[in-house]
């Protein structure tokens, strides 16, 4: 462990929703100290309100440098020192290249980048502090392969692939410092339904699709025994191997997967999701879909298998 986890005081970036929200449940049913963190304070003080351990609300954009400096200071002065942090902050935008506008491009890397880069300068001079720390970045699969019409996405998650494996390597002459990467499949969560797109249509979680909370006892295995890199998901491996190693054969299948599973919601009119700006009345635990990918109504049916051709 990086701090006993009696006193551990872990901050969680993204807490609002998906995989934040299950990491923050774990933490505090455990008994951490979990410090909330996202860009919506109403939201997180809903999830505050259903935490059974001591928390604290600290609302943030993490593409904002000093508003994480400031959600650092609170944790210290309400909890004493910070131990861990977690961030699984990060919009998704559908689109070709020339479909998404370059703002939204821009956005996408500046919060995986930028973001993370920001969060890890606010916490690696209090993990020297208070004598060790581990950061945890949930990424995703799509840091380790390429996907048409995810290409935002995409490049914004190579992108904070390289900083972290450069980060760990910085790391490694303190060892009480770790910095881990969580990469998970297509998980339960809504950020599908909150995602931007440009591409003429809803997406779609692709098959298969695990829950959030599996994706949050990784991470949390992460802040007790810092791992390098750790992925989440039965296909993840054969797909990034696949991906390496017949890149030919990926090339011909990813584009007929992406129109017949990743883009067969109804039609949409283009838009920016919540890219830009928080959207606290569609964050919640789950997304609705189910291991098989599809996305069930409130009375459990399948809502759709795929798009319908006009």
Request: aromatic share 4%; charged share 20%; proline share 8%.
């Amino acid at each position: 462990m990086t701090a006993p986890r009696t006193t551990r005081t872990v901050l969680v970036v993204g807490a609002g929703s998906g995989i934040g929200l299950a990491t923050a449940r774990r933490l505090s049913a455990r008994g951490d100290r979990v410090v909330l963190v996202g860009r919506h304070a109403g939201r997180l003080h809903e999830v505050a309100a259903d935490l059974p351990g001591p928390t604290l609300v600290a609302a943030a954009d993490i593409t904002d440098a000093a508003a994480l400096e400031e959600a650092f200071a609170a944790a210290e002065r309400t909890f004493g020192h910070v131990d861990g942090v977690v961030t699984t902050a990060q919009p998704m935008a559908y689109g070709t290249l020339e479909q998404v506008p370059p703002e939204v491009l821009a956005r996408m890397s500046e919060v995986a980048v930028v973001g993370t880069a920001h969060l890890a300068r606010a916490a690696l001079p209090r993990f020297r502090a208070a004598g060790g720390g581990t950061l945890v970045v949930v990424s995703s699969l799509l840091a380790e392969i390429a996907v048409p019409s995810l290409g935002a996405y995409c490049a914004a998650k190579w992108g904070q692939l390289g900083l972290v494996r450069s980060l760990q390597g910085e790391l490694r002459a303190e060892p009480r410092l770790h910095a881990s990467l969580v990469l998970p499949g297509a998980v339960d969560t809504p950020i599908y339904h909150q995602a931007a797109t440009y591409a003429g249509s809803a997406g779609s979680a692709p098959p298969p699709v695990v829950g959030p909370e599996r994706v949050a006892e990784a991470v949390v295995g992460c802040l007790d025994r810092p791992r390098r890199l750790r992925h989440v998901g039965p296909v993840n491996l054969p797909t990034v191997a696949g991906f390496r190693l017949a890149p030919w054969l990926y090339d011909r299948i990813a584009p007929v997967l992406v129109r017949r599973v990743l883009l067969r919601g109804p039609a949409t009119a283009p838009h920016p999701g919540n890219v830009f700006t928080a959207t606290p009345e569609g964050e919640s635990l789950r997304g609705g879909w189910t291991a098989g990918g599809r996305l069930r109504q409130p009375g459990g049916r399948a809502r759709w298998r795929r798009r319908r051709r006009g």
